[in-house]
Structure formats: C-alpha cells, structure tokens
T-cell receptor, first 113, second 112 residues
Framework: EAGVVQSPRYKIIEKKQPVAFWCNPISGHNTLYWYRQNLGQGPELLIRYENEEAVDDSQLPKDRFSAERLKGVDSTLKIQPAELGDSAVYLC???????????FGPGTRLTVL | GQQLNQSPQSMFIQEGEDVSMNCTSSSIFNTWLWYKQEPGEGPVLLIALYKAGELTSNGRLTAQFGITRKDSFLNISASIPSDVGIYFCAGDDTGANSKLTFGKGITLSVRP
C-alpha cells in the first residue's frame, strides 16, 4: 500500500514569492492534516480536513497561508507571500478517521531566502 | 496549552544495550503515539496506544500507556545502529477540537 505522497521534496524561494505544496493521502483515509516542523521541534498542526471540510484551521496563519482539499482526496497548501520565518519542513499526514493513528509523508523542506 | 515533556534531548548508547524513553504531560490524553524520524524523512509511526495501562510491542520496541493517562514510555531492547533517529511521543485527547500534540523528541545515537 502506498504511503502519503508529498511534492516537491525541497523548495528554495526568495521572500515575498508564493509557494505551494501538494499532498496525496493514503487511499481511503478521510482525515488529512498539514503540519509545520521547525528545526529541533516536533510537528505542529496547521490545519485538519475531514473529507473536503476544513474542521480545524485555528493554527493556520490565514493572512498568508491557504489550503484546499477540493474533492476530499489530495490537498494543496499555499503560502503567499512567503517570509523568512516560514522556512521549515511542511508535513502532510492522513488517518482513517479523526481518532485513528496518523501516518506522515516525507515532507517538503522549504527554505526562504 | 498542552505540553509534552521528553528528556533528555539526546541519548547515547552502545549497540546491544536497552534504552527507555519517557514522555510526560500536564494533561490527560486518550491516545499516545510513538514516532521515529530520520533525517530528511517524515515521522514513522512505531506504536499506537489507545487505552490506559495498555502495553504493546512491535518487534524490539515496547510502549506503555500510563495508568494516569499523563505519561507513556518506549523501550528499545538490544539496540542496533539503525535505531538511530529522533523519537517523538505524541498525545491526543481525541475531543472534537483536540489535536495531536508532539514532544520535542529525543535524539538517539547508537555506538557500534
């Protein structure tokens, strides 16, 4: 069974540029999560989807971050414009449902110059 | 907010030794998860615990969900070089608005 797929794996951009990350969850997983992981820290939740509905986006900086999961399968996370402090690893995870264990993708390492 | 404490930040052991890692919380959790992360990769689920007192094994790994629901431990027996990585605990109270809270991780080094 394929795991969570993320692309790109690495992205280097200049500040004020836009950037987008893509995630395809494990087949059949209804719940999808986006996390940000700073160096030396554990992942921190940005947004959680139940199917196509964003049910928890309280940690998402909405002035510059947006996300969508239009058909309830794959998802895109966008930052526009990027700031230096956005440099981090962006992780996508999925689970069968809200209480099931979460499985992570390999992440996208973003560097903002 | 909820915080998970993992310490020490780093552990150094000899190949073949057993190692135990603790995770404590100021809040009660209904689910405890242990993940391992290697450089350039996402966290990989090792063990999931869903009931207080539960003891679960996965090969050389054993984890327990503390009966107070505020702690968990992970044991690795007979360590090998490929056990090197960062071990994260994560807790979830599984309420409607809860989220998975991660510790800061413990970096494990294994000397051959």
């Amino acid at each position: 069974e394929a795991g969570v797929v993320q692309s790109p794996r690495y992205k280097i951009i200049e500040k004020k540029q836009p950037v987008a990350f893509w995630c395809n969850p494990i087949s059949g997983h209804n719940t999808l999560y986006w996390y940000r992981q700073n160096l030396g820290q554990g992942p921190e939740l940005l947004i959680r989807y139940e199917n196509e509905e964003a049910v928890d986006d309280s940690q998402l900086p909405k002035d510059r971050f947006s996300a969508e999961r239009l058909k309830g399968v794959d998802s895109t996370l966008k930052i526009q414009p990027a700031e230096l402090g956005d440099s981090a690893v962006y992780l996508c995870a999925s689970s069968l449902d809200r209480v099931a264990a979460q499985y992570f993708g390999p992440g996208t390492r973003l560097t903002v110059l | 907010g909820q915080q998970l404490n993992q310490s020490p930040q780093s552990m150094f052991i000899q190949e073949g030794e057993d190692v135990s890692m603790n995770c404590t919380s100021s809040s009660i959790f209904n689910t405890w998860l242990w993940y391992k992360q290697e450089p350039g990769e996402g966290p990989v689920l090792l063990i999931a615990l869903y009931k207080a007192g539960e003891l679960t094994s996965n090969g050389r790994l054993t984890a327990q969900f503390g009966i107070t629901r505020k702690d968990s431990f992970l044991n690795i027996s007979a360590s090998i070089p490929s056990d090197v990585g960062i071990y994260f605990c994560a807790g979830d109270d599984t309420g409607a608005n809860s989220k998975l809270t991660f510790g800061k991780g413990i970096t494990l080094s294994v000397r051959p």
